[in-house]
């Protein structure tokens, strides 16, 4: 348009101008004024045909941007998708990691505290291997009025039977656990009485006591240690019988008694 309007200032300018020609034909103005438009029409096609090639190419440039622009926009869209693929890779990466510590620190507390508990169940078993149970008793009042040779003495009146060793219906101790125990048997007569009595293991002899009281009442212990397996028994036997032969216990003053207990398993 620029183009257009310098052309016709041109052309005005030109004719404005034109010198008088008094030589020439009649219509030489004229002739010349047409030439001239004719040069300037033919001028005008070429700067017309000049801008369309211009525009031409500037439309072309523009296209070539304009796709230019677009690839870019899809770069820049492929890279954001990648950067957004990533940053979500890293966060699932870190929260796998978090995960995966926490299960590991889970692991190790679980497994700390079965070996904990395994330490503390293999304690209690070592504290109960090495800890001595409760076995004791003591019993007394033997019903007699004689005694015959290997008699066992039956202490009927029970005070204690932790461990339930000592039976009152047979007057036998049977050892409820292994280990090493301590009896004894505390014997009592009265005037011109005897006492011939022994503990035994299963029919062994342990020890052996005598008592003979000539006037009023007398009273002996007798103690003895014995290692016993489980099941083994001891009682308190007579060692020789008779008539003479008889034990006294009076509610007040004299009990005549047998017991024991384990000292260690
Ligand atoms: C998380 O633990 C799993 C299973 O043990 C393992 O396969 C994975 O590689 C771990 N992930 C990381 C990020 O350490
Ligand atoms: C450890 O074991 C005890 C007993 O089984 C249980 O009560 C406790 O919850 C356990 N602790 C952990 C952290 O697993
Ligand atoms: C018994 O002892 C008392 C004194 O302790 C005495 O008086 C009595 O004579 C004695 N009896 C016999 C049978 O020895």
């Not at 008088?20 to 033919?42: G, H, N, Q, T, W």
């Not at 078993?125 to 007394?140: E, S």
């Not at 005037?191 to 003979?212: F, N």
Request: aromatic share 8%; proline share 2%; with cysteine.
């Amino acid at each position: 348009m620029t183009g257009l309007l310098q052309l016709l200032l041109l052309v005005y300018v030109t004719v404005a101008s034109e010198p008088s020609c008094p030589a020439c034909s009649k219509y030489d103005y004229e002739e010349k004024v047409l030439e001239r438009m004719i040069r300037m029409e033919f001028a005008f096609e070429n700067v017309l045909k000049e801008n369309k090639a211009v525009s031409k190419t500037v439309e072309e440039d523009l296209t070539r941007i304009k796709e230019e622009n677009t690839r870019l926009h899809a770069t820049v869209d492929v890279l954001k998708d990648q950067q957004e693929q990533a940053e979500r890779r890293l966060v699932s990466l870190m929260e796998e990691i978090e995960r995966n510590q926490s299960s590991i620190l889970e692991k190790i507390v679980s497994d700390s505290n079965t070996t904990l508990e395994q330490t503390i169940a293999a304690f209690n078993d070592m504290k109960d291997q090495i800890a001595t149970p409760l076995v004791y008793f003591n019993a007394h009042f033997p019903q007699t009025t004689s005694l015959s040779t290997g008699e066992v003495i039956v202490y009927k009146t029970v005070e204690t039977n932790q461990g339930s060793g000592y039976s009152a219906t047979t007057g036998k101790f049977t050892a409820p656990e292994r280990g090493l125990y301590l009896f004894f048997m505390h014997t009592c007569t009265s005037s011109t009485k005897y006492s011939y009595l022994q503990i035994v293991k299963d029919g062994s002899v342990l020890i052996r006591s005598v008592q003979y009281e000539n006037n009023a009442s007398t009273c002996s212990s007798s103690q003895v240690f014995v290692l016993l397996d489980v099941g083994e028994t001891v009682w308190v036997q007579c060692s020789s019988g008779g008539l003479s032969r008889q034990l006294d216990e009076s509610h007040s003053y004299r009990w005549t008694s047998f017991g024991g207990a384990i000292i260690r398993n």
